[in-house]
């Protein structure tokens, strides 16, 4: 009698335990920090969250105004207190460096069984497994060797089509000052400054670039190709509207669209502000920048997310959550529709409505590319190299283009001391 | 002594005047701007009268602006700000002013070199004291809490206070404290009944720098905050940042840094007065 | 027993928050010390690496630049506020009808920070969309402002905002000063027959001799401290001229993720800061003790 009563007691017990262990399943949960707080990659990043919580996931985005460097300290400040977010915006050699610095997840599982590492540029895959397994996701792919051509411009000096070669080039913007047209409409910060050296050595041979900019070889540095590279940067800066100073390349494109500015050489996100600022995608020629080479060349920028281990489950459920979302290709269309870039994986169909004729044309050469081991990574954008190396770089590059009296010589010596005293 | 200048009476107006000008200008533009609409500043200058009183900046700044996923305007920043800036400014003048009195009034052994260690405080870059804060808080496990930022403040703003109050209390009069003593009154009623009464210019001019100071800080609001309890300058950041495909919303912009600003200038004109009877006063020697 | 808590209380009531001050002061002075002696990067390591930090931060340009701006700022900052802010106090000091309103203009600036203040000079000072496109529009087409962009005078611009930002607090304590010289010394003065100027000269300025040098303290720790105003107001640019001994300390510890280069970096700061402060401690305690004597 006892002993049944305590069975039945014991099966109640177990019943009624049931539902708490249903109700014990965790809702998957994701803390987040970017510095995305506004515009088309906080649309994007938002729309992300969106379909977490869509999959049933709780989605906690923490951006941190200001740029690169708030989000850093933030994410160092919570590193240090212990408290590190379940994934975070981390970028190129940085997955390297702070991965030292704190445990991440390993989701070389995941990437297998979705088949995801041969669906992805080889130099990318690289930055996302420095210890040997996954522990980042790529999320978008930008092309910054992008020549964006005001047509307005083009017919002012009757030129059909964009040029193909760096003489080419300075042959039409040489034409265009003569009629009035200030050649180049790019801006004069850092990066932008940074990203006019790098296209010009990318456009000259790509091999240099891959050994002087990414592989800080001494013998590259210092390389006919890199004078010749400086020496097109001196081109590019007399060419650009003197009163630019430190202004975004943004503050020209009213000018650009009407034909008063004719090239711009940016990245595939300038499309964005074009259409943002009321520009008409039909007034722009959008194409690769010039390759002396005549072969295709892609010099990337990716933005990605570092997954850090965390104990609590939800967390790792959401964790498990974002990485298989960010390797889908739903996804990742949604994601580079709303920013403009690429997506990461190589086999999406870019002929939709969805996406405009720069993003198709960048897609196709990243493809080339890929098929013939022609993708750089960009060093203007901290993909090439870690910060502390890029900095001191792009300190040398950005007094150049504002200082004229740097001559290129000047320019390459300054460069490789650059790259000493930062490694030292 | 009558030192009116008489010839060129005229001149010193003039100065005087031109540079009030001078110093009113960017509060000027900033106003003119948060009434003007981005397309307008964006067609002439930053510099022009509004074509229309755009209302809309206002408001958009006030409660409908979004700051990452928020789009509640600077309101809830505004609100975080204030619970930090006003424990943080009671806190650290009152440990000040206690302080203060202590090392000028009620001497003890070591006074001088503490108060030297004190005041080196003040001296001290912020971007050093990053890191040995995050460490900090980790031991206190106060990370992401405003009363990581309240405790930050307080203790930074501790040096600046005692060395105001410091230098203030030290034209107190020995004789008075002495007669206090005489009488039998000891640390606390000697405070109580002859130093508290003769502070209020110290403390208006303390309370005024501290709530400024604390206002208008930046990094540290920035770094030891997420999401929801950032301060409102944490949010200026925000919206000034423009990512690189946006267009600037300068209206927008200014109606909301002139919101942000209203409580400090609020601050410095109905205090102003006593900020400068304050000084008067012997506030910084 | 009442007594003794009477006389304990005291003790913990005083020493209580001036250790946790003290401990903050030394402990964070001493931490960044030590990390400049040791190789770390994105976080604290504690080895020892010896000079190494040093020998790279002073290297780089951007070092050299920073200090060379540093001393052309400083003087700029210091000098101009000071000046213009003792001519203001000694203009309102002439019984002007309209010093309330004169005073709270001039003193408006201090409640703004330092973000704004260099956002919204940025924007005056942009030649595309400021002051120059201002005056451009009203008809003067060949009128340039555009310092800003300009590698020479780029740092002119930081030094004008910094002045509008604190003209207001130099005047506030030099009128302070002038108020508080004794006014018997007026009427010996007036008796004497000195005028005006003659008074300023001889009497007012030596009077406020010790208020100018807590305002040349107070400036020149603000000036070596600059960050906030050149990040909103240039970023640093054109290039890097317009770098400050601050900025290269939030570069190499923040953007770079050097801690190691930016404790250097920064114990270079507090060296300088040093430069300034021992004077001035000096100049207290001999003051003092001239007090004392003549006292």
């Known amino acids: 009698m006892r002993i049944r009563r305590r069975s039945l007691l014991a099966g109640a017990a177990a019943t009624a335990a049931l539902p708490l262990a249903v109700r014990a399943q965790v809702k998957p949960r994701v803390t987040f920090i970017s510095q995305w707080s506004s515009g088309s990659d906080g649309a994007a990043i938002t729309g992300l969250g969106k379909r977490l919580e869509a999959e ?76 040997g397994h996954w522990i980042a996701l790529p999320m978008q792919v930008y092309r910054t060797t992008t020549l964006f051509m005001s047509r307005p411009a083009m017919a002012k000096v009757g030129a059909t089509k964009a040029p193909k070669t760096w ?31 790098e296209i010009a050595l990318a456009g000259i041979n790509a091999e240099s670039y891959r050994g002087a900019l990414m592989k800080l070889d001494a013998k590259a540095l210092k390389s006919a190709d890199m004078l010749e590279a400086f020496a097109q940067l001196r081109k590019f800066a007399s060419w650009m509207d003197p009163n630019i100073a430190a202004q975004h390349y943004s503050v020209n494109l009213p000018k650009f669209l009407k034909g008063e500015m004719g090239m711009l050489m940016m990245g595939g996100w300038a499309q964005g502000v074009i259409k943002n600022l009321g520009g008409k995608l039909e007034d722009v020629l959008i194409t690769s920048a010039p390759q002396n080479e005549g072969k295709p060349c892609f010099v990337l920028n990716a933005d990605s997310m570092i997954f850090w281990k965390r104990k609590e489950p939800d967390l790792t459920a959401g964790q498990q959550l974002l990485a298989k979302l960010m390797m889908q290709k739903d996804v990742q269309e949604q994601y580079s529709q709303t920013t403009g870039s690429i997506p990461v994986r190589i086999d999406v169909d870019l ?14 050469v ?48 300054r460069l490789a001391a650059a790259v000493d005293t930062a490694r030292g | ?143 992401n809490t405003i009363g990581a930022l309240v405790l930050i403040h307080t203790v930074q703003g501790f040096s600046f206070t005692t060395l105001f109050c410091r230098n203030y209390y030290i034209g107190i009069p020995q004789d008075l404290v002495k007669a ?11 405070f109580w009944r002859i130093v508290l009464p003769l502070s209020p210019p110290i403390i208006i001019v303390t309370v005024i720098w501290q709530f400024t100071g604390i206002w208008n800080e930046f990094l540290f609001g920035v770094t030891f905050t997420t999401g929801e309890q950032q301060p409102v300058t944490a949010a200026l950041i925000a919206i000034a940042t423009t990512p690189q495909t946006d267009v600037v919303e300068y209206g927008i912009e200014s109606a909301a840094v002139l919101l942000a600003a209203i409580p400090t200038l609020l601050v410095y004109f109905f205090g102003g007065r006593y900020f400068l009877r304050g000084l008067t006063a012997g506030a910084v020697k | 027993m009442r007594r003794r808590l009477a006389g304990f209380l005291p003790l913990l009531v005083i020493w209580i928050p001036l250790l946790i001050s003290v401990a903050h002061v030394v402990g964070f002075t001493a931490w960044t010390t030590w990390l400049s002696f040791t190789p770390s990067d994105l976080l604290p390591e504690y080895d020892w690496a010896g000079l190494r930090s040093y020998r790279a931060v002073l290297r780089t340009e951007n ?91 780029a740092l002119y611009t930081i030094i004008i905002a910094a002045v509008w930002h604190g003209v207001g607090f130099a005047m506030a304590l030099f009128l302070a000063g002038l108020r508080s010289i004794d006014s018997d010394l007026h009427k010996a003065a007036q008796i004497d027959g000195a005028g005006p100027l003659r008074f300023y ?90 007090e004392r004597t003549n006292g």
């Open chain 1, 56 to 131: 049933g996931g709780i989605w906690q985005h923490s951006p941190v105004p200001g740029f690169t460097t708030e989000m850093m300290n933030k994410l160092r400040a919570d590193i240090i207190a212990g408290n590190p977010p379940a994934a975070s915006q981390l970028k190129g050699p940085e997955i390297a460096a702070w991965c030292k610095i704190a445990p991440t997840v390993n989701l070389d599982p995941l990437v297998e069984a979705a088949g995801y590492e041969k669906l992805i540029p080889t130099e990318l895959v690289g930055l996302h497994k420095p210890q």
């Open chain 1, 167 to 197: 003489a080419e080039f300075n042959e039409l913007a040489t034409a265009m000052k003569a009629a009035g047209i200030t050649p180049v409409a790019n801006g004069g910060i850092r990066w932008d400054d940074g990203m006019k050296l």
């Open chain 1, 351 to 364: 002929s939709g409505p969805a996406w405009s004729d720069g993003q198709r044309e960048a897609a196709q």
């Open chain 1, 366 to 413: 990243l493809n080339e590319s890929f098929k013939s081991k022609r993708v750089l990574l960009s060093l203007a954008h901290n993909i090439a190299q870690p910060n502390q190396i890029s900095s001191a770089m792009i300190d040398v590059l950005t007094e150049y283009v504002h200082n004229d009296k740097v001559t290129p010589e000047q320019g390459v010596q």
């Open chain 2, 1 to 143: 002594m009558d030192k009116a200048l008489r010839p060129g009476r005229w001149l010193i107006y003039a100065i005087l005047f031109g540079f009030a000008l001078f110093t009113l200008l960017p509060l000027i533009v900033i106003v003119l701007n948060s009434f003007r609409t981005a397309v307008e500043i964006g067609r002439s200058s930053l510099i022009g009268w509004p074509a229309g009183l755009a209302w809309r900046n206002w408001t958009e700044a006030w409660g409908h602006f979004c700051i990452a996923q928020r789009c509640e305007g600077i309101r809830p920043y505004m609100e975080n700000s204030f619970m930090m800036v006003v424990p943080a400014t009671i806190l650290s003048t009152a440990l000040g002013a206690i302080a203060g009195y202590s090392i000028s009034l009620w001497r003890f052994r070591g006074d001088t070199i503490v108060f030297a260690i004190v005041v080196m405080g003040v001296f001290l870059p912020e971007q050093m004291k990053l890191i040995p804060w995050a460490l900090v808080l980790r031991e206190l496990d106060l990370t």
């Open chain 2, 180 to 190: 206090a003593r005489v009488d039998g009154a000891g640390y606390f009623r000697t």
């Open chain 3, 63 to 153: 070092t050299a630049i920073a200090y060379a701006n540093l001393l052309v700022y400083g003087v700029g900052y210091v000098g101009l506020t000071m000046i213009v802010g003792f001519v203001l106090a000694v203009l309102i000091d002439q019984r002007i009808r309209a010093e309330n309103l004169l005073r709270t203009i001039y003193l408006y600036p201090l409640a703004v920070s330092f973000v704004v203040t260099g956002t919204v000079w940025s924007w005056l000072f942009n030649p595309g969309q400021g002051i120059q496109k201002f005056v451009n529009n009203l008809g003067w087409t060949g009128f340039r402002f555009d310092w800003i962009i300009d590698r020479d005078f």
């Open chain 3, 201 to 290: 000269l001889r009497i007012a300025a030596p009077g406020v001799a010790p208020i100018a040098i807590s305002v040349l303290v107070i400036l020149l720790q603000y000036a070596i401290k600059t960050f906030d105003l050149v990040r909103a107001l240039t970023g640093g640019g054109p290039g890097i001229s317009t770098t400050l001994p601050a900025l290269v300390v939030y570069d190499f510890m923040f953007q770079r993720g050097q801690l190691g280069r930016g404790s250097a970096a920064a114990v270079l700061l507090l060296l300088s800061l040093l430069v300034v402060l021992l004077p001035y401690y000096l100049y207290v305690h001999w003051r003092a003790r001239r």
